[in-house]
């Protein structure tokens, strides 16, 4: 199970140092021990749940941070006050207005990490991850960098985020391009899925690069991304 942690700079790493103790640094941290059956199937049921939704709503919510700080803060035990709905004649009174913005304060409250900083994902380019499985894998790097885990959940967002026709955008609210397709199509197979993976992923990848000519389509700057493929 994944564990975000934050504000941590591993005390046992002469390679991290920091001016600030390493305030704001968040990371993902995978523990095969940690979670009770409770919360794995809570893990598990949020992942199912955006799989089925993904075209209708792309971005994460940081859904799995936000199940480890409802847990942490108890935040079944917080009340947050009546939502109120204005409807467009309305008069907006003073309460409404106090009432709305402390519901607010209280409901950002429990995202907030205790040194006072906000986490959250920084997700939604697809040229960028590609980079680095890419130059990784040139150096010979893959493995030692990124354990099997963490490669696990790389496909998974990969995954996550293709359009229905096959290909993959700039970011995962755009329209496929030859570029980042080809991107996330060589990343998933130098992290070892086949090319019949993915449930017939693979195959609708494939089929919508070579539907369009194939990588000869991409500019000369996105080439130099894929030389190494």
Same mark, same amino acid.
């Given at each position: 199970m994944w564990r975000l942690k934050v504000s941590d700079g591993g005390r046992d790493d002469p390679w991290l140092t920091s001016v600030n103790n390493h305030v704001g640094r968040q990371f993902w941290e995978? /523990?095969?021990? $940690? %979670?009770?059956? =409770? *919360?794995r199937a809570q893990v598990e049921k949020a992942r199912r749940e955006f799989h089925n939704n993904r075209f209708r709503s792309k971005h994460s919510s940081d859904l799995l941070m936000r199940l480890q700080f409802a847990e942490q803060k108890e935040c079944d035990k917080i009340e947050l006050p009546a939502q109120v709905r204005v409807k467009s004649e309305e008069e !907006? #009174? *003073?309460e409404v207005v106090t009432t709305t913005l402390r519901r607010g304060l209280r409901f950002y409250s429990t995202l907030q990490a205790e040194d006072g900083f906000w986490p959250g994902d920084y997700g939604g380019p697809l040229f960028l991850l590609p980079g680095l499985v890419i130059g990784l894998s040139v150096t010979g790097a893959l493995d030692a960098i990124l354990p099997h885990e963490h490669q696990k *959940? !790389? @496909?998974?967002?990969?995954?996550? &985020?293709?359009? +229905? /026709? %096959? %290909?993959?955008? $700039? &970011? !995962? =609210?755009?329209?496929?391009?030859?570029? @980042? #397709?080809a991107l996330s199509y060589v990343s998933l197979?130098?992290?070892? =899925? *086949?090319? /019949?993976g993915g449930d %017939?992923?693979? =195959?609708?990848?494939? +089929?919508w690069i070579l539907d369009r000519g194939g990588v000869t389509n991409i500019p000369s700057w996105g080439k130099m991304w894929l030389s190494v493929s």
């Open positions: 995978f /523990d095969p021990n $940690l %979670g009770t059956p =409770e *919360e !907006i #009174t *003073e *959940e !790389i @496909c998974r967002y990969l995954y996550n &985020h293709q359009n +229905k /026709d %096959g %290909g993959w955008g $700039l &970011h !995962i =609210e755009g329209p496929s391009t030859m570029f @980042c #397709t197979r130098l992290l070892g =899925e *086949e090319m /019949d %017939g992923a693979m =195959e609708t990848a494939r +089929k």
